[in-house]
Nanobody, 115 residues
Framework: QVQLVESGGGLVQAGGSLRLSCAASRNIFSIAAMGWYRQAPGNQRELVARITSGGTTNYADSVKGRFTISRAIAKNTVYLQMNSLKPEDTAVYYC?????????WGQGTQVTVSS
């Protein structure tokens, strides 16, 4: 199993930046993939960004060029740097870990972008 704890959410004006952190309870290099998802009220949870154990990344089209996923293996932490934020980025952001035993989720952190 993997426990995940997110931090870094908050309220920011449009055009601003935030960095989310996800601390894992085990070595993230041994985790097949980690990602950030978000869910806005009334919407389904959607993938924002994902990074595999080999370092391959992929992004939702809506965030390409604005968001960057990265990791600090020594700290067992994955980050999501969010720049040029838009009101439509407002959502609860969840960290995810993909393992052969299943998917694991953090508790979520709220990101609110005001216009």
């Amino acid at each position: 199993q993997v426990q995940l704890v997110e931090s870094g959410g908050g309220l920011v004006q449009a055009g601003g930046s935030l960095r989310l952190s996800c601390a894992a309870s085990r070595n993230i290099f041994s985790i097949a993939a980690m990602g950030w998802y978000r869910q806005a009220p009334g919407n389904q949870r959607e993938l924002v960004a994902r990074i595999t154990s080999g370092g391959t990344t992929n992004y939702a089209d809506s965030v390409k060029g604005r968001f960057t996923i990265s990791r600090a293996i020594a700290k067992n932490t994955v980050y999501l740097q969010m720049n040029s934020l838009k009101p439509e980025d407002t959502a609860v952001y969840y960290c995810n870990a993909e393992q052969g035993t299943g998917n694991y989720w953090g508790q979520g952190t709220q990101v609110t972008v005001s216009s």
